[in-house]
């Protein structure tokens, strides 16, 4: 029989991924415990597929990690406290965290209808300000930020003030993104003529009037203010995960400046190297374009589950790999509709004869039934070297399945492996093998499917004892061309949520709700 696909071998354990610090693929040398921050949304408005796809991909490494038997304590933040949710509150006359609360709730609505499972922490900015002043006002005494006021207003009676992290106080800065000091000249967003250098960035900022009318400032030792976006991330992954943490993911939009930024911060805050490997997938396209408000392209998480199952849309996302761009177009999530469907069905129709032979039991061993018309010795011997092949056959797709996943998180060569794992299911069922070797291949296939996150809340086809004489008869009624009868007996249960389904085998059955 075959090997447990939950706890593979340790040879099987060796996952390479691209490092974006290293600039290459690197084994990922992990203990038994692997922690993982991912960058969560900024909530001012509904979630994009761009947002799925980076949630979508680290839920499936952590499924993944977790089928190899690590245990996995994985970290996403969400920024609620930002300029983009100041703006649309004062807009609204709503308060930063009434339009906050609001987009984190829809978020989660899209997540659960992707699979894609809760951290098991997500913290939020305006729940951590005091850790957040801590951290500011260290990395102020170790040197490496300083603080400026308004010189034109009458400090007297406004003390706030701004707090920037000083670039050139961490000569390192620029690795993450392999940006020369040139290009990072070209990047600044926050001009301020009372830095130090262009490229310093707000650790801290005074409030203004919008951040008053948003109710979004907070007391610190610099007045009232709130935090700048990237001194958030450096402070809830260590404080959830330490430092140095095991992985940090998000899309690679983030490499610069957040990340660049993250880092420099995080290694002025604890002397060393924070993030132990740096992983960015790329984006999704419209027309090869990436989205973008100005053009007016940008495709809304809820506007294609309007259309299509959530797992339709996630196995769209899992079919180009993580690092290449992925183009969305009505074709594209068509085909991936199609594909999709066709796991679906093979676990169904696999699923669904394990339920019949449960119903109606085996009445021949299941070595006779698949025999040919020599000695019943002869078939017995064929038939156990058929199920052998059978289980060897499955066991070979998870050690393949395993292969590519660990293939920097291959998840279009894992798809591929599962339709294979679907035809050895068809093949199976058509075969007629006996309900244990149905059950080991069933078992194994679905394993596989959700660890990239398909059918989670796929529920088992009953057997059906009780109805049992009611389904001969109405094969017999069939038979007869009683059709009347054999009606009657399948709208009777269709009421009760079951829809009879009539295969060259005999009758077989799935729940409908």
Not at 120 to 132: A, L, R
Not at 426 to 447: M, W
Request: aromatic share 10%; with cysteine; charged share 35%.
């Amino acid at each position: 029989m075959s090997s447990n696909p939950k706890n593979p071998p340790k040879s099987t354990n060796q996952l390479k991924m691209y490092n974006t610090f290293t600039k290459r693929e690197e084994i990922l040398e992990l203990g038994d415990e692997v922690r993982i921050y991912v960058c969560g949304i900024t909530a001012y408005d509904y979630s994009h597929i761009g947002h799925a796809r980076s949630s979508v991909i680290f839920d499936t490494l952590r499924r993944y990690l977790e089928f190899l038997g690590k245990k996995v304590i994985y970290v996403q933040n969400f920024t609620d406290v930002d300029d983009k949710i100041i703006r649309r509150a004062v807009a609204e006359g709503r308060t930063q965290k009434e339009v906050a609360e609001e987009f984190i709730e829809k978020y989660f609505e899209d997540m659960e209808k992707l699979n894609v499972r809760k951290a098991d922490f997500h913290p939020k900015v305006t729940e951590h300000i005091q850790d957040i002043i801590e951290a500011v006002k260290k990395i102020i005494e170790k040197g490496y930020a300083y603080e400026v006021g308004d010189e034109s207003k009458d400090e007297s009676k406004d003390k706030s003030k701004d707090v920037y992290f000083h670039v050139p106080s961490f000569p390192e800065y620029g690795r993450l993104s392999g940006m020369s000091l040139e290009e990072l000249n070209k990047h600044r967003i926050e001009p301020d003529p009372r830095k130090k250098d262009p490229k310093d960035f707000a650790l801290w900022k005074a409030a203004k009037e919008e951040d008053y009318k948003a109710k979004s400032y907070f007391d610190s030792p610099w007045g009232e203010g709130r935090p700048g976006w990237h001194i958030e991330c450096s402070v809830l992954a260590t404080k959830y995960l330490g430092a140095p943490f095991d992985i940090h993911g998000g899309g690679k939009d983030l490499i610069f400046p957040h990340h660049e930024n993250e880092r420099a911060q995080s290694y002025a805050l604890f002397d060393v190297e924070p993030v132990r490997y740096w992983i960015h997938n790329d984006f999704v396209t419209i027309k090869g374009e990436k989205m973008s408000k100005s053009l007016g392209n940008i495709i809304k998480i809820r506007d294609v589950l309007s259309r299509y199952d959530g797992e339709v849309l996630r196995y769209f996302l899992l079919s180009a790999h993580y690092r290449s761009s992925l183009d969305y177009s009505e074709e594209a999530i068509q085909r991936a509709e199609r594909s999709y469907n066709s796991l679906k069905n093979a676990i169904e129709n696999l699923d669904m004869e394990i339920a019949a032979l449960k119903t109606f039991g085996e009445e021949k061993p299941e070595s006779e039934k698949l025999g040919t018309e020599k000695s019943k010795s002869e078939k017995s011997e064929k038939s156990e070297t058929e199920i052998s092949q059978a289980m060897s056959q499955a066991d070979e797709l998870v050690k393949r399945f395993r292969e590519a996943m660990n293939d920097d998180l291959n998840t279009p060569k894992a798809l591929a492996i599962l339709h294979e794992f679907a035809t050895l299911a068809n093949q199976a069922v058509t075969a007629g093998f006996g309900i244990q070797t149905l059950e080991g291949i069933f078992q194994q296939f679905i394993t596989l499917c959700r660890v990239l996150g398909f059918f989670e809340k796929y529920e088992r086809i009953p057997e059906l004892s009780k109805y049992k004489d009611l389904i001969r008869e109405r094969e017999e009624a069939r038979k007869a061309k009683n059709f009347d009868r054999a009606d009657e007996i399948r709208d009777r249960l269709k009421k009760e949520g079951i829809m009879l389904i009539d295969t060259p085998r005999g009758t077989r059955w799935k729940l409908i709700g």
